[in-house]
């Protein structure tokens, strides 16, 4: 948040909570928690000479030439050594939150070359949103410092054609995929038709995902003023190439 936004002591005594929550795990081994071990920071430190990422634009340059990378195999493999093993049991500082689609053919850190300690992945069927997820981005956003919010859709979701396919037949889905579709029906795409309108949705739905998180107000103000940046994409398989739509 920025700097002239006050917080009261229970938002202070609920940060704290989450902090120890999803750290303390791995800190107990040590006996520390992540705040204390490795306060969040500013910038992401230097992971084996890795030019530091501080802004927006540095995490979507990094992003964009790792996806590169990915599409021409020549893939560095980049963080896997055994000194940054032990320097990362003892704390993260991630550059990038990736929110992307369940698809086994769409990991991030493959698509992206990335290693460990790079990216903060949260991966829900069609990139829906829930509880957990915004939770888990909020985390990434307000307690590690992420300057960059990446949601990432792809070509052929299948959760996305299920939604369309659902919504043009009126049968209902299987237990919580309902719910899958329900929640990607308002992004359905009617000027279309068969697979256009299954793509045309794809890139629909990725920017009212896109739209949702930039309006949440924690992180609103973090793109108020800079340090934030709640980007859209779209990674063709046919290709491998990843496009940003906004």
Do not use: K
Not at 37 to 52: H, I, K, N, V
């Amino acid at each position: 948040m920025s700097s002239n936004t006050r917080t009261t002591p229970a938002q202070r005594s609920r940060r704290a909570l989450l902090r120890t929550a999803v750290a303390g795990t791995a800190a107990a081994g040590a006996g520390l928690a992540l705040g204390a071990a490795f306060p969040a920071l500013a910038t992401s430190w230097d992971q084996e000479g890795t030019e530091r990422v501080s802004t927006p634009a540095q995490a979507l340059s990094r992003l964009v030439a790792g996806n590169r990378r990915w599409r021409i195999q020549g893939q560095e493999h980049p963080h896997e050594s055994a000194s940054l093993r032990r320097r990362l049991a003892h704390g993260q500082q991630p550059f990038a939150i990736v929110l992307g689609c369940i698809d086994s053919r769409v990991p991030p850190e493959l698509v992206f070359d990335q290693g460990l300690g790079d990216l903060l992945t949260v991966r829900s069927a069609g990139e829906v949103l829930d509880e957990a997820v915004l939770g888990s981005i909020a985390y990434g956003v307000l307690e590690l410092r992420v300057p960059l919010v990446l949601v990432l859709a792809h070509q052929s979701c299948g959760a996305v054609t299920a939604a369309v396919r659902a919504d043009e037949t009126g049968e209902p889905l299987p237990a919580h995929v309902q719910y899958l579709a329900d929640q990607i029906r308002p992004s359905i795409d009617r000027s279309t038709q068969g697979e256009a309108r299954v793509d045309a949705t794809i890139n629909a739905h990725v920017l009212n995902v896109r739209r949702r998180l930039a309006a949440e107000p924690d992180l609103a103000r973090r793109v108020a003023t800079g340090e934030l940046a709640v980007h859209a994409a779209r990674y063709e398989l046919r290709d491998q190439h990843i496009r940003t739509l906004t």
